[in-house]
């Protein structure tokens, strides 16, 4: 919470007291926190219907990922990856039973500043608008197996998988990789330049 010490200078302003997880590994699919945590198959859901999903993060100049569960009106599962090792945006399907396709879109920061202080990043992703890409994708034959190697859509063994698409429903889960410095993450039917509260706007080191 922000707070102003009573020795500090009136014109000092606020200093935001506030927690960031920082989360480091040099193996990144192995290193990641989920909510909520996977326990098996009827795993629950966050169930969140916001259409606008919202990430504070820092750039630490290390290969990073984070995922979103999606479902659309029809129960139909989804997730979307943004990395920033993504170089071009594609659609994964996984051999393996009960995997659910990946919109896999690549992710790019601003360039390092030299300044001492940085700014924390917003991503902002609007849920709904990208629930398309899925079977836009698909019809291009724009499709993975999940270890890098293409496919044509007639000749991928896991054709069958329901792709989302249509109405959007909810998001599932969130999981986020290493390595990454994560300050906030928050949902809203607010459109991205709306008012939001004054230290979701600050700065951090």
Not at 65 to 70: A, K, R, V, W
Not at 111 to 138: M, V
Not at 149 to 160: E, K, M, Q, S, Y
């Amino acid at each position: 919470m922000p707070a102003l010490d009573d020795h500090d200078e009136p014109n000092i302003g606020y200093g935001l007291h506030q927690t960031v997880l920082h989360i480091q590994s040099p193996t990144l699919r192995m290193t990641f926190i989920r909510s909520p945590p996977h326990t098996g198959p009827g795993d629950r859901e966050l169930g969140l219907k916001h259409k606008w999903f919202h990430l504070q993060v820092r750039n630490l100049g290390r290969e990073w990922s984070f995922d979103i569960g999606i479902v659309d009106k029809m129960g139909r599962r989804g997730v979307i990856r943004c990395s920033t090792f993504q170089k071009e945006p594609k659609l994964a399907i996984s051999p393996v039973p009960n995997a659910h396709p990946v919109l896999h879109l690549p992710l790019s920061f601003p360039q390092p500043s030299s300044r001492p202080l940085t700014a924390w990043s917003t991503i902002t992703l609007n849920l709904p608008s990208l629930i398309p890409h899925f079977g836009t994708l698909a019809g291009m034959n724009q499709l993975d197996d999940g270890e890098g190697n293409r496919h044509d859509a007639v000749t991928l063994p896991a054709t069958n998988v329901p792709i989302p698409s249509g109405t959007y429903s909810h998001l599932s889960y969130i999981k986020i990789y290493a390595t990454c410095r994560l300050r906030r993450i928050w949902l809203s039917d607010l459109l991205p330049d709306s008012q939001v509260p004054w230290e979701f706007e600050l700065y951090g080191a």
